[in-house]
């Protein structure tokens, strides 16, 4: 089962990785600035992961593959790693929409 873990960036912003069941991150959030809107982000991922038109699939400028989850409003909730290929890509998408939905949420903002 996945997971979302929250934790902080060097620059006091949070953001949250979603992981799949095998510890792999699949899903990478923006940065926040208050935990509240992080959470916000969190469920806005478990609403929109299901629905297969949110995912903006791009190539980058070095040929690798990877995708957005865009919210209703059309703003970037969380990016995919890069992916040596489309069908790769395509797996991830999978994964998030198999994973996101009943995460949980942990925490691991160190000291």
């Given at each position: 089962?996945?997971?979302?873990?929250?934790?902080?960036?060097?620059?006091?912003?949070?953001?949250?990785?979603?992981?799949?069941?095998?510890?792999?991150?699949?899903?990478?959030?923006?940065?926040?600035?208050?935990?509240?809107?992080?959470?916000?982000?969190?469920?806005?991922?478990?609403?929109?992961?299901?629905?297969?038109?949110?995912y903006e699939r791009k190539t980058s400028s070095n040929g690798k593959?990877?995708f957005n989850l865009k919210a209703g409003n059309g703003q970037i909730?969380?990016?995919?790693?890069?992916?040596?290929?489309?069908?790769?890509?395509?797996?991830?998408?999978?994964?998030?929409?198999?994973?996101?939905p009943d995460a949980s949420v942990e925490e691991d903002l160190g000291?």
């Open positions: 089962m996945g997971k979302f873990v929250i934790k902080n960036r060097k620059n006091g912003e949070l953001q949250f990785d979603l992981k799949a069941g095998n510890g792999q991150t699949i899903l990478t959030s923006e940065g926040y600035t208050t935990k509240t809107a992080c959470l916000n982000g969190i469920e806005s991922v478990k609403k929109n992961a299901p629905d297969d038109s949110k593959s990877y909730i969380g990016s995919s790693e890069m992916y040596e290929s489309e069908a790769g890509r395509e797996n991830g998408i999978e994964s998030v929409k198999k994973n996101a000291a």
